[in-house]
């Protein structure tokens, strides 16, 4: 058994924080039902990942149909109708700006395909996954997303990143010299 506190670096009684464990409620949890990764802040729930919903599956159908017409009818098994969309670089708001930009891919690359490559991640109404793009066998882009779901079921919100992020750098780092691992807090950041 061990202790988990989602905000905050407390496992097993090995805290940095030794007041931590008083001010922030714990659970104990059974340690075969998670998979720990490296180190106590991997921690994760098997109950976590879970199947891909319909509307993310009909989601990256249309993004992969080689058939222009099939898209708006899978975008609306997918998608509400004033969906967000923003990744690196674009950003738009509603089904038919969504429908436009994966005709346009579609169009000008049509031999590109997407595959998931990791499992969905499930918290409250989002989703978090990993999926690459592809171009005859070949990886051309990694990326990241968290998806919204509205209580409908369907995606209301998509935020897109590329790539994993960049480990923090030893010097100038946008992350501030107390908050990196194996520093030390030396007070207010």
Same mark, same amino acid.
């Given at each position: 058994?061990?202790?988990?506190?989602?905000?905050?670096?407390?496992?097993?009684?090995?805290?940095?924080?030794?007041?931590?464990?008083?001010?922030?409620?714990?659970?104990?949890?059974?340690?075969?039902?998670?998979?720990?990764?490296?180190?106590?802040?991997?921690?994760?729930?098997?109950?976590?990942?879970?199947?891909?919903p319909d509307s993310l599956v009909a989601y990256w159908t249309a993004w992969n149909t080689s058939d222009i017409d099939r898209v708006r009818g899978l975008l609306e098994r997918a998608v509400t109708h004033d969906v967000e969309w923003s990744d690196p670089r674009d950003s738009f708001v509603g089904i038919d700006e969504l429908e436009r930009a994966i005709a346009a891919l579609r169009?000008?690359?049509?031999?590109?395909?997407?595959?998931? *490559?990791? +499992?969905? =991640?499930?918290?409250?109404?989002?989703?978090?996954?990993?999926?690459?793009? &592809?171009?005859?066998?070949?990886?051309?882009?990694?990326?990241?997303?968290?998806?919204?779901?509205?209580?409908?079921?369907?995606?209301?919100?998509?935020?897109?990143?590329?790539?994993?992020?960049?480990? *923090?750098? +030893?010097? =100038?780092?946008?992350?501030?010299?107390?908050?990196?691992?194996?520093?030390? &807090?030396?007070?207010?950041?």
């Amino acid at each position: 058994m061990m202790c988990f506190a989602i905000f905050g670096w407390y496992v097993g009684g090995t805290g940095k924080d030794p007041e931590f464990p008083r001010r922030a409620a714990c659970r104990t949890v059974d340690r075969s039902a998670a998979v720990i990764y490296g180190g106590p802040m991997r921690f994760r729930l098997a109950e976590w990942d879970v199947s891909m919903p319909d509307s993310l599956v009909a989601y990256w159908t249309a993004w992969n149909t080689s058939d222009i017409d099939r898209v708006r009818g899978l975008l609306e098994r997918a998608v509400t109708h004033d969906v967000e969309w923003s990744d690196p670089r674009d950003s738009f708001v509603g089904i038919d700006e969504l429908e436009r930009a994966i005709a346009a891919l579609r169009s000008s690359k049509p031999d590109y395909e997407f595959s998931i *490559v990791s +499992e969905i =991640d499930r918290h409250h109404d989002r989703l978090r996954y990993r999926w690459d793009m &592809h171009r005859r066998g070949r990886t051309l882009m990694e990326g990241l997303d968290i998806v919204t779901l509205a209580p409908s079921g369907l995606i209301e919100r998509v935020d897109g990143f590329f790539g994993h992020p960049t480990p *923090v750098k +030893e010097h =100038d780092s946008g992350v501030p010299a107390a908050l990196r691992a194996g520093s030390a &807090h030396a007070g207010p950041v």
